[in-house]
Structure formats: C-alpha cells, structure tokens
C-alpha cells in the first residue's frame, strides 16, 4: 500500500521531470535564429533587460526604439526582458559573470554601481563605437560624466562604458493652492525660500514632506550644500580629483542649516523612519505643501493629484542634484555586441527621445519643442536650462559604495537630533574617505 | 480518539467565556495586517494616495489585481512556485525519510551528531550560499532553471525534516522492527511497510512546512533564476518595487494572490496537523 | 516482548543477531544520497565561502585577492559587528523566548481549555488565524507592518491619538523604539509555529497520565508542571533549536521595516554581512562576517542538541 503510493509518487515525479526538458530551451538566453535569415540582414536574437514601469517614460520610448529596430532588422528576435530591480542592483555582478546574460541591459550609474561593474571586466568598453557613432558629441558634459568608468570604477574619466537616453533632475514639487491660500509666493531665491518655509510654520502647517528612512534627506542635503558650492568642489566629492573637507564652508552650512530646519520644526521630527513612498503619498494628499526631490515622481504626481501644483528649481541654486538617467550597458558576455550597438544607437535618435520627452521622461537628445503638454514643457526646460548650465551635480551616494546607507543613518541622527551638525559630518566622513581610498589606491 | 476528561468542580460559566475572549483578541491581532492588506488590495492608487492605506477604498477597484495578473504574467509564476515547492515538499521529504531511518532507527554510530552535521543546512545564513551556488549552477547548465532551486531547499529542508524525524524514530518501539526481522523482511521493507506508515502523519505534516517554506523563499531563487519564465511568486511581487517608486495597492492585490495558494495548502492539509507530529501512542 | 516458538539456543542467537545488524553496518546506504546532497549544497558553498573570506574581492570576473585573516582582524575593531550581535540577543527573546512561553500558553489554552469547553473546531480555528502570518511572506508582512508603525499616518498611533495620546512614539523611527518594534512584529510571525508543534505535542500525551494524577489530587498547575512539560519535552527542544537558529540568522524583517537603521539600532549579523556583499562590495568582509556567524550559530546549535540528548537519554535510562 505504501510501496504503490511511492510508485505513484515517484511516477508523478518523473511526468513532472520531462516538463521543464520541453522548456529547457526558452530558459536562458540563447542565439536562436528566428525566421528565414534575409540574405544579408543580421539575424539572431537581441535581449534587452530593463527595470523601468510599464507605463513610464522611458518604457514608452524604448517599445517605440523596439519598433524601429525591428523594421531595420527584420530577421531578429528582440527579447524584452522586464527585471526586478532588486535583481539587477544586488545580482548583476553575480549574474554577468555567468553565460545567460543579456545583449544589453539597464543599469545604474555612479562608482557604486556601473563603476564596479566596469572594474571587474563585467561591461564592454564602449569607447570606440562612441566615437564612430557619434555618441560622444551627443552627449557632452556632465551628461558624458556618468557614462565614462577608469579601471577602477572612477567616474569621470577612462572609457564609455555606458550609455544614457535620458535625465533625472531634483527639484522643488509644491502645493500651488496651499500656497495660495496662505499667501505664501514662489520663493526665488535662499532667503524667500526659507521665509516661505516660516510663513507656513507660523500657520501651522509643517512645510517639507520628508523621508529619513531613504533618498529624500541626503539628496536635499546635498541641494544645500551645493548651493554653497562650485564645479571644482563636485568634481572632487564625486569624481576625487581633490580632497573635500567635510568641515569646510560648503558642507559645514549646509548641515547646520538642514538642523536648524528641523529644530524650526520645518521637517517633521517622526521623519526618521518614513520611506520616500510615505514621502510622497503624504504631499499628494496635501498634508505638506512642499516637496524636494525627484524627476521619477513627475508622471505619478500628474496623474494622482487633486490639486493645482508646479515646480520650481531650488531657488538660489547653480549647482543641482542631478544627472543623466539609467545607462545602457552591453555585458562582456554578450553575444550580440552589434545588434546591441544598434539598439543603443536607436534609443538615442530624435523619434525615440522626443516620445520620452513627450511623457515627461527629460530627453537628453530631444526638441523640447515638440513637447505639447505645457505642464511637461515646463517641466523638461527646467532640466535643459540645468544642462545648459552644465548644473548636474550628481547625487551625494555615489561615490562611495554603499554610501547611500551611511547617509540615511547619518542624516536619521540629524531628524532625531541625536547628533550635532559636526557630529554628522565627522560620521559620514569615514566611510568617504576609506571608500576613496579603495578606488584611489 | 475520544479523551474522557473529568470536569472540574470548581467550573465557572463566566470563566470560560473570558478566556475564549481573550483568545479571540489575539486572533484579531493577528489577523489586523492582513485586514489591511485586502483592504489596499482593492484601492485605486489615487485613493490610497489620498487617503492612505488605512480607509476602506472608496470604490472596489479590481483593476489592480488585473495589472498585477497580466504584468507579471502570474499564472506562469504560480505555476512555478507550484512546481517547485512540491517537488521540494515530496523530495525532501524522502531525503528526510531516508536520513532519518538511518538515523533514528539504524542508530548509525555517531547519529547524534550525523543529525547535528545535516542541521547545518539550516545554520548557514543565505548570503554565504549565493556566490557559490551560482558559480556550480551555472557549471552544470543548471542556471535558471528551477532543478537548481529545487535539488538546494531539497538539501535545506530535508535538514529540519532529518533532525524531526530522527528525534521521533529515535523513540520507535523496537519490537515492531524485530517482529519484521524475525518475519524475514529486509531493512528496505522495513522501512516502507512498517516505519513510514506509522510516522506518515508526521512526513504529511513535514511536507506542509516544507511547501510553505519554499513557497515563500525570496532570495536564493532570486540569484538563481535571472528570467521572467523561469520566476516565481515572490520574485513577482518584488518587481513591483522600482528603484524609487513603490505601487502599494498593486503590491497588495499581488500579496493577496499570492499568499492563497499557501493559505488554501494549509487549511486542506491542517487536519493532518492534529494526528501528530511525533508518532502517536502506539498501543 | 514476544519470542517466537522455537528452540531456546537458535531463537536467542537469532534474535541477538537480528538486533545487533540492526544496529550497525547496514543502514550506511541509506545516508547516502542526503549525504551527497548535503555535500554539494551546503559544504562546498561554506568552503568556498571561508575561501573568499581571506581574499578581497568585489565580486565580478577580476580574481579575488588573497589577504590571510586580515578581513578577520578587522573584524574585532569593528564597532558595527559587535552592536550587530547584541541586537542578535534582543532577537533570541523576541523569536525563541517570547513565542515559545506565549506560544505553550496559547497552545495549552486552546488544547486543554477551549477545545475542551467550547468545540474542537473553534480550538482549530483559533490555530489556523495565530499561524496565519507564518505563511505570509517576510516582505510583505514587512510592508504591512510599516504602515501600522508609520508614526504619522499608522493604524497604532491614529489610535492612541483617538484615545488621547498627545505625542505617540515614533515606533520606528526612534532609536529607543525601533528595536522593541520590531521584536514585537517578529513575535506575531513566529508564535503560530510553537502554537501548532505545541498542540500536536500536547496531543500526544496520554490522558490516563493526567486521570491518574488528579485522582491524586494534583491540581491544574501540578499536572502541568509534571506531566506536560516532561512529556512534550522532545518536541520543546526542536522548536528552541529552530527558533533559535532562525533568530540568529535573521535577515529579511529588517531588511524591510528598517534596514538596519535607525542609527544601526537594529542591525543584525546577516544584515551587516549583505551590506557588505552587495552594495559596498567588499565580499570578502562580508564572507568574513557570514562565516562568524555561522560558527557561532554551530556553537549554539551543537549546546542545544547535546542538552537535548542528555535529557531524551536521562529519560531512557530513568524508564
């Protein structure tokens, strides 16, 4: 009785063992010819892995490129693959040293990730379909910055090793009926925007929608220590070219402002644990008038909020937090390389990034002119005046890998007032400089 | 088995009704988040911005369950889940038989601390597995696919279930096992025809747990399996946290679906609980 | 103890031979497949872990660079690592001790009194809503639970409010409240499996004992003490192991609600271990910290076990 019950599981087992030899071959990725090959057309597969939403910018652009791509490649497969960007941040130095990767991929930039990856031999050089494409007089200034890696997974300099489409800029989303209602005007420069933020204190109203618990207090941090900065100081924070004192002028006023903001009671003190989604779910339904952070929340803003709202840059700012936006990498295992350029080369032509500039995702090689939504329009020249400054001043997490965790611990001190301004600053300066050391040598 | 149980002079009709309560209480408690999850499940994403995830939605909004279903393709996810935990469920729980009638039974010299070496399995932290599970996966062609992530809970689970069902078979009445010596019956029969149905209650209760407990694995999969047809239902729910977004009504809708599979398993197989985990008195 | 009908010299050496084959040699075949299995799984993976310990690697195809134990020496000078393991003994109460007390409480209450006085089936009931958050996934129950400890908008503290709390804590957000926020959160995950062991265990222990003692005159308590806790003895032992193993290597809890924060209040070993694996890319610290760990999980592990083989032979013996 029990011997026909184990046979019986045993054969269940084994039905159910051929199964996945049926779908072996869809496993992976794979070279499989699709079609007849045209005669001299390519043929082959091209995988594309990417992490953006479904309904974002950026996806809508790329399905258009896709289209593109496969009327000028007609024997092709193009397998677009959406990952989990869990996966691709923490596995992709684990996954592109096997053999099933992609032809090419989104990912990150900054030294903490694109710059690994370049100095662990995980990404092909770029450097010289760049140049023969012309991508390198596309993309110039801060905009190249992001997409060059030395050896050692600086920033800045050494070869193209990835390749961005569009831009993300930190900027200041405000209640505009709030405001009106409490006869608060659009502040333009340090001093009205601090002013505004005591006219709605003394009402009552705490002004800034913040989040301790991720992004939103290190990159507002980083806004006003950049307001109080120049080229040269960014340059060396983030690409190391000189040595930054975490106790000088820029960053010693900036903490100390950011404290006096919160002794004020300009954040909210329980803004230590909230995540960026708290963040924002609280300014859409109105419970704070002002938001500092990011292009990524454009699209959502537009099509949850009630009210009336805008944005304005950071008033008195040159410098921005900022920068290009995800890059294309093409694994060194690919074994498309070709089909891989192509596709990069496509997502940088004007019909692909005017549909991302036209949903709102800030084109780096587009006509803003063509861009009919005002809202957007406004939205899109805000960032081309900052690249027309060249203002993109990165964001404060990159140099460093895991950087971004010190920040959130240091900056949840500041909300909590467990630690004075200098305190901060000396706990977010070890790990700078023993992260700088490892990639400088 | 009908228990007689000689009532208590000192009985109160009050008495009782408190304690019921009280038990009640805490299952509410425990039941509070999951309150909430439906709750979220079937909000619009502008009205849980507006209002926050803790009111009733102002509409039954279905449409979040459709997008979650049709983006992450879940029916293609459930069922491979579905296949690997089972497979995991009935797998291990042979290993576990095996071991363990080594073990418990056959009192193989050093058993103790053979059970304890197996245990391992389960005192490794995660991270110390995923570097070189990948590297030896992906050398025998196994990336990717679920055999990896299958033949690893095999191995995890099966610790727990040998280190069960060990201690059990440690207590198991010898003369059963000499009555079936004497009637000429090899160590292989043994096992099938007189230990396994004796603690089948517990192997069922074995296969529970382990069903569940891989069903709900989220990181070794993830290193494992890198492609959308290959993925399973947690991994599908982690694709609904972006980089800086979170979709919260949609994560919850996913998190309801994919919790029911789990919730449906436990409740058929639950009655199987109360014959026992350990082999019962056996008169 | 039957013999069989036979002549008394061969019927002993029979059975002496029967019983001694069953005890040696023999059974070896039937370790091997979970033998091999253990092998590839979990043994290589540890030795190439403590490989990677003594090298500093990032990660990706450039080979690992061979540092002895300096990954060890830092170790010891690490603030961060100790801190990590005093948070791992706030986890012990909140994952071992809490929900094996609360949880032979409930289970008791349920077996003995609820089942008893009401309906098996209200006991089962009860059961199946207590082990509920078992079958929830971590990052969901994680989500969740965010959004009842949020310290503006969250269920908690709506309701103190309403109750007139003026200022209800910043659960976890607060340095002196993170921590006990989420050991609270970590008990309602475990209590429903020491619930649903305990009650199976329960199950099991014969009624006559407890007939016996209180035609003694033993009351609730005694019979409790005497009776019960020995009996399910074998299977408290399991759960204070697994517990116990399972808070030590906790992860993906405070992975969600707070990630290690606020301040490192509530960093733990495998959590310090991942930051450093992934996104600081020091894999040989962070193989360093994992391999710590789990030698000291072995040490725990193998204390536990011997305590329990002490007892279960005691028992044998006392028999």
Known sequence: MAK?????????????????????????????????????????????????????????????????????????????????????????????????????????????????????????????????????????????TTGKYTDKGLMGSGDWYGIPNYGEYVTVFYNKDMFAANGVAVPTTAAEFEAALAAFKAKGITPLAESGAEYPMGQLWYQLVLANANRDFVNGYQLFTSDVDFHGTEMTKATETLDSWVKKGYISKDAAALKAEDMGVSFINGKYPIMVSGSWWFGRLKTEIKFNWGSFLFPGNKLNTGSTGNLWVVPEKAKNKTLAYDFIDITLRPEVQNVIGANGGLPIAGDASTISDPQIKAFTADFSKIVADDGLSFYPDWPVAGYYDVLVSGFQSLVNQTKTPAQVLDFIAAPYAEGKKSIKG | MAKTYVPNRHHQGRLRWVILAGAVVMAVVMLIPFGIMVMNAFKSPSDYSSHGPLTLPTEFYTQGLVTFVNRTNFPLKLWNSFFISSLVAVFAALLSV??????????????????????????????????????????????????????????????????????????????????????????????????????????????????????????????????????????????????RLMDAPTTNAGSLLSIVPAVVFFLIFQRSLTRGITAGAVK | MSTTAAPARPARTTRATASRSATSGGYWPYLIPGAIAFLVVIVVPFAMNFYYSLTEWKGGLRPPKFIGADNYIALLGDANFWTSFKTSLAMIVAMVIIPTLLGLLLASVLFDYIGKKFDGKVATFLRATYYLPQVLPVAVAGVLWGWILNAETGALNVVLRAIGVADPPNWLGSVSTALPSVMAVMVWVQIGYPVVIFMSALERVDPELYEAAEIDGAGWLQR?????????????????????????????????????????????????????????SKVGYGAAIANVLTVLIIIVAVAITSLQNRSARREMEGR
């Open chain 1, 4 to 144: 026909t019950r184990l046979i019986k599981g045993i054969a269940a087992a084994g039905i159910a063992l051929l199964l996945p030899l049926t779908a072996c071959s869809s496993g992976g990725t794979g070279t499989s010819t699709a079609g007849t090959g045209a005669g001299t057309a390519a043929t082959g597969t091209l995988t594309i892995w990417d992490y953006e939403g479904a309904d974002s910018a950026m996806s809508k652009g790329w399905a258009k490129a896709i289209e593109i791509f496969k009327t000028e490649h007609p024997g092709v497969t193009v397998k677009s693959e959406k990952q989990t960007f869990e996966q691709i941040q923490k596995n992709a130095k684990i996954v592109l040293s096997g053999d099933s990767v992609p032809d090419v991929m989104e990912y990150n930039k900054g030294n903490a990730t694109a710059g690994v990856l370049a100095s662990e031999g995980l990404i092909t050089s770029l450097n010289d379909v760049a140049t023969k494409r012309g991508w390198d007089t596309k993309l110039k200034g801060a905009l190249a």
């Open chain 3, 224 to 280: 409790f003490r005497h009776i019960t806790l020995p009996q399910i003895k074998p299977e408290t032992f399991v759960i204070v192991l697994t517990c116990t193993i399972a808070a030590l290597k906790v992860f993906g809890p405070i992975y969600v609600l707070t990630a290690g924060g606020p301040e490192s209040s509530t960093l733990v070993p495998s959590y310090y271990s991942y930051l450093n694996f992934f996104p600081k």
């Open chain 2, 98 to 243: 095996l071991n363990a009638f080594a073990l418990g039974i056959g009192r193989v010299k050093g058993n103790m601390a053979i059970v304890t070496v197996f245990l391992l399995a389960n005192m490794l932290p995660q991270e110390v597995l995923i570097y070189p599970l990948f590297k030896m996966a992906q050398a025998v062609h196994l990336d990717n696919t679920p055999w990896a992530v299958i033949i690893v809970f095999t191995v995890i689970q099966s610790a727990f279930g040998t280190y069960l069902l060990a201690s059990v078979l440690g207590t198991f009445p010898r003369a059963l096992l000499e009555a079936a010596a004497l009637d000429g019956a090899n160590r292989w029969r043994t096992l099938w025809q007189v230990v396994f149905p004796v603690v089948r209650p517990t192997v069922v209760v074995l296969m529970i747990f382990f069903f569940i407990w891989t069903w709900n694995e989220f990181f070794i999969p993830l290193v494992l399996l890198t492609t959308p047809d290959t993925q399973t239902v947690p991994i599908a729910l982690a694709s609904l946290q972006g980089d």
